[in-house]
């Protein structure tokens, strides 16, 4: 029987002989339930043999027949793959005989036969339409960028087919979803609940030059945006190469409009603005601890009629910030070591980490070595909550201070800069609106005795240069890896992507280590062209107690993008266990300039991540921050393993 039904034809002969061996029979007569609509933790998988089935939707009143499944068919395979409740009734309308499979057993097929995974995803995608919510988003999305301009209400309908899985209480007009608006909010400009209009634009017209000197910054706490009032109520936001950020700040807009019009209903509810509730106040000082009565007023007043006007060339990847951004690197360069990046020597390694503009630093930081013991002196004095907190290394605590020390001493940041300087560290001041910062650092002038206890340093230590650069967004990052590669391609000996991200498996604070990646919008897969150059049981060392694994990373457009299928599927289909925004873009392009032969194929790749928030389940997402002691240590022990990788593999 199985090899009559796909995807169970694409088992092997001995697969199908085991399998057939482990399910069971059963038989039920005509009107007999076979799975109730609501049931929970049944994940059973149905072969139907002999008979017919009728699907119900007993939600309805009267009930509702869906469709018939005849013998020779499947069913019962989303609870397994999506971990959800039943979601149709499913009874005989004449005696039935099927098979049974186990929901555990199920989902083992798709780790044992990739023929059987690829028929099944096939099915969920293209005739089952598992993703057309997302692929009506995006094509909405480009015609409206191709039409200059987002009608906010017109999406908003294709944004709640989504049903995001960060966004849980979407279609819940009774619920106030904070955790989600909070996490919209803190990626949105910090005046949205005052702006009316919002210009956003990938190149900075002529007659804004100078925007810092012209107009008001406006800050965002979580996503490093370029974003400027220009006359109050009306904002400027420089939007990145590609789809991914102008994505991301739109599908925060949906969120933030959702969850808006259910304060507002609320206010009005409740008598008006004269008579908002403490309760309500209470629930947004999450979102706005400081001022959210005034937000609230804003929010009563607003009805978000966004004026969202877009000037973006979705064809044009010769980004002049890019371009910018390359010569001050260049710069850069001949300052650190003395001559241009063309006339390196040919054995001079280059070492490129995309990180943040922190962890790298500060573990070859002479300064921080040297003032550890101050810092933490600090700390108890200032009873500071981090230092009370378990830390299983000390290093970690100190690095997790730096910042409120330097921000309680700002008379000492122009010493740690010289320090660093002087220890071959040279950070640039501008990003030239890219919005990714850069550190260069030339290994020969680290002072070795004060690098961070966890980084292993050969002896005699080839001298090298680190490129550090700051997290890119989305498709910037195919952008930015290919002007680095025409910089220093014939130099360039390894490239390390260090990232956060979402985990479909494992606990916060886990780390993995991506082996290929799944490119959502076009469902590519792309693997890693070889094994990574990492420690795997000094990797585990580094960090006790967390898991450390390998496997397959989901590319997302955007987070806020993701629902629970969408997330299963990638989890199961291609074996994903976790997702991030840049690793298939970055990869993309060096495999491009392998094949050219622009990047050598020796070219040592790693890509590792750290995990920030799980969004298949629904206390441990991005809407709660990672505590310090759950994000800083597996940050640091991607970053000292990256760093020992390189600095103990430059010997020759």
């Not at 509810?269 to 400081?290: F, I, M, N, R, Y």
């Not at 590519?524 to 150059?533: G, H, I, K, N, T």
Request: with cysteine; charged share 25%; glycine share 8%.
């Amino acid at each position: 029987m199985f090899s009559q039904i796909i995807p169970f034809r694409y088992l092997s002969r001995e697969l199908r002989e085991t399998l057939l061996a482990e399910v069971t029979e059963h038989t039920y007569e005509a009107g007999q339930i076979i799975i109730r609509q609501g049931a929970a933790g049944d994940t059973r998988v149905f072969l139907l043999a002999e008979g017919s089935v009728d699907v119900f939707d007993t939600d309805r009143d009267p009930p509702v027949r869906l469709r018939t499944i005849s013998a020779g068919h499947y069913f019962g395979e989303r609870a397994a793959l999506f971990e959800e409740e039943r979601s149709v009734e499913i009874r005989a309308s004449e005696p039935v005989r099927a098979l049974c499979i186990p929901g555990d057993r199920f989902l083992k097929l798709i780790d044992e036969s990739t023929g059987f995974a690829q028929a099944l995803g096939n099915i969920l995608r293209d005739k089952q339409g598992l993703f057309t919510p997302f692929d009506r988003f995006r094509a909405e999305l480009l015609r409206a960028v191709g039409r200059g301009g987002v009608d906010l209400h017109r999406l908003l309908p294709f944004y709640l087919e989504l049903e995001p899985a960060l966004h849980p209480h979407a279609s819940d007009p009774g619920t106030i979803d904070t955790g989600a608006l909070s996490y919209a909010v803190q990626r949105l400009p910090a005046n949205v609940t005052g702006t009316l209009a919002f210009y956003l634009t990938e190149m900075l017209p002529a007659l804004y030059s100078d925007p810092d000197q012209r107009f008001v910054p406006v800050a965002t706490t979580a996503r490093r945006r370029a974003v400027y009032e220009m006359i109050p109520g009306k904002n400027m936001v420089l939007v990145r190469d590609g789809l991914s950020d102008l994505a991301d700040l739109v599908t925060c807009l949906c969120l933030y409009a959702i969850e808006a019009r259910k304060v507002r209903r609320h206010i009005r509810d409740g008598g008006g603005l004269d008579a908002v509730s403490p309760e309500l106040l209470e629930q947004l000082k999450v979102v706005w601890p400081e001022d959210a009565d005034s937000r609230v007023k804003e929010i009563a007043l607003h009805h978000e009629d966004f004026r969202i006007e877009v000037h973006k060339e979705l064809d044009n990847y010769n980004s002049a910030h890019a371009e910018t951004w390359t010569d001050q690197v260049a710069e850069a360069t001949r300052q650190l070591v003395g001559c241009d990046p063309g006339d390196l020597l040919p054995d001079f390694p280059i070492h490129v980490i995309s990180s943040n503009t922190h962890s790298v630093t500060n573990c070859l930081s002479t300064w921080l070595a040297e003032n550890a013991d101050e810092i933490l002196a600090w700390a108890g004095e200032e009873q500071h909550p981090w230092a009370e907190e378990p830390w299983h290394n000390s290093h970690d605590l100190v690095c997790a201070l730096a910042r409120d020390y330097l921000r309680a001493k700002p008379e000492l940041r122009a010493e740690k800069e010289r320090a660093e300087r002087e220890s071959g560290i040279l950070s640039l001041d501008g990003t030239a609106f890219t919005g990714i910062g850069v550190q260069l650092i030339d290994t020969a002038a680290l002072s070795l005795g004060s690098v961070d206890p966890g980084v292993r340093v050969a002896d005699p230590l080839v001298p090298s240069l680190i490129l550090n650069i700051d997290y890119a967004f989305g498709e910037q990052a195919e952008h930015i890896i290919a002007n680095i590669i025409s910089l220093f391609g014939p130099n360039l000996s390894s490239i390390s992507v260090l990232g956060k991200a979402g985990g479909l498996v494992g606990e916060r604070g886990d780390v993995f280590v991506a082996t290929g990646f799944v490119e959502q919008s076009g469902d590519q897969y792309f693997p890693v062209p070889s094994d990574p150059d990492i420690d795997m049981d000094r990797l585990a060392g580094l960090l006790p107690g967390h898991g450390i694994r390998t496997g397959n990373a989901l590319t997302v457009t955007g987070t806020l993008l993701q629902n629970r299928k969408m997330l299963q599927f990638n989890r199961h289909i291609w074996g994903c266990v976790g997702l991030e925004m840049e690793g298939s873009y970055y990869l993309q392009q060096i495999q491009k300039s392998m094949d050219r032969g622009a990047l050598s194929a020796d070219t040592a790749l790693r890509f590792l991540y750290y995990v920030s928030d799980l969004p298949l389940r629904h206390d441990s997402n991005l809407s709660s921050s990672l505590r310090a002691t759950e994000g800083v240590p597996p940050l640091y022990a991607i970053t000292r393993e990256v760093l020992s990788a390189i600095l103990e593999g430059t010997s020759r």
